[in-house]
């Protein structure tokens, strides 16, 4: 949700409609209007998709993240943590 919310500021910084970006992104509208409502998980190539069409690195869509998602003692104890 917070990533969809940070596509939607950007895009509309940059006065873009959903239907510019997603086809600057070659994405389905409804698609990218499911992102931005947190109503659909986005892949990888597709958020590479949106940052290239927004132009900006990729990193720059998640440079607004104040807070780290938690970890639980088992998510951290599987990943090694």
Excluded: C, W
């Amino acid at each position: 949700m917070l990533l969809g919310l940070r596509i939607r500021a950007l895009r509309e910084r940059l006065k873009l409609s959903q239907e510019e970006l997603s086809h600057r992104a070659r994405i389905h509208t409804t698609y990218l209007s499911d992102v931005e409502r947190g109503r659909r998980n986005i892949g990888v190539l597709n958020i590479a998709r949106i940052a290239f069409a927004l132009n900006l690195p990729l990193s720059e869509l998640f440079s607004d993240f104040k807070t780290k998602l938690p970890v639980t003692a088992t998510r951290a104890r599987q990943a090694g943590v």
